[in-house]
């Protein structure tokens, strides 16, 4: 998706607090078609959010499911912080934390696209194709140099080194590049046939796309 506004002008209005306080099963989906931004000295970089994946505090395959720990502990709050968590020994995930304080819901961002600051993305993951920057947790959080030390960042300020900021054609993004499809999780064993993932089925940088899909046309 092609966006009007150079990265330099881009204005930063992030996510409201009261965004992430219901149900990650509820905000996955609404997540859709909004930036996910990486503040660097050369300005905004990363794209419109095209895949999430919920989980929530009653899910076996959710990392706040038994209890708290040093790794998850911003899994349980405040809402509207980034969860980001190393995985395999490999690559990082991050997560945008719901719910009020102390119940352990987020929603894994999937895939973005690249929409600006390309440039500074294929600088840290080197690509022959622009989907493959980002369609994928790993990869996107290797494009945008997320790690642990972005653990608890806040995601509703403007300042902060990582936010999810309101996209301006948030409509114009449904529209050009849903439905929006419903669908089981990937690459977890416990409680995958649960429907908890959501793409935006017109984006070439969704991770995985799935045969048996059910799709469902929200508004945005």
Not at 8 to 30: G, I, N, Q, T, W
Not at 35 to 55: D, K, S
Not at 58 to 76: I, K, L, Q
Request: glycine residues 6%; contains cysteine; positive net charge.
């Amino acid at each position: 998706m092609e966006l009007e506004a150079q990265p330099a002008k881009l204005a930063l209005d992030p996510l409201p607090r009261s965004f992430y306080e219901p149900s990650a099963a509820v905000v996955a989906p609404k997540l859709l078609g909004h930036f996910l931004i990486r503040n660097t000295p050369q300005g905004p970089v990363g794209g419109v959010i095209a895949e999430a994946e919920a989980y929530l505090a009653d899910d076996p395959a959710c990392h706040g499911f038994a209890r708290e720990t040093v790794r998850n502990r911003s899994m349980y709050g405040p809402p509207g912080r980034a969860y980001v968590y190393f995985i395999y020994g490999n690559h990082w995930c991050m997560n945008a934390v719901c719910c009020p304080k102390g119940r352990a819901e987020a929603v894994l961002i999937r895939a973005i696209e690249s929409s600006f600051g390309e440039a500074w993305m294929r600088a840290r993951r080197a690509v022959n194709e622009c989907q493959e920057l980002t369609n994928g947790p790993g990869k996107l959080c290797a494009a945008l140099e997320i790690d642990r030390r972005l653990d608890a960042a806040d995601l509703c300020d403007a300042a902060s080194p990582l936010l999810i900021a309101r996209n301006p054609d948030y409509r114009r993004a449904w529209r050009e590049l849903g439905p929006v499809i419903t669908t089981r999780r990937v690459g977890i064993s416990k409680a995958a046939e649960l429907p908890l993932r959501f793409y935006l089925a017109g984006s070439p940088f969704v991770s995985r796309r799935s045969a048996t899909k059910q799709s469902r046309r929200l508004k945005p």
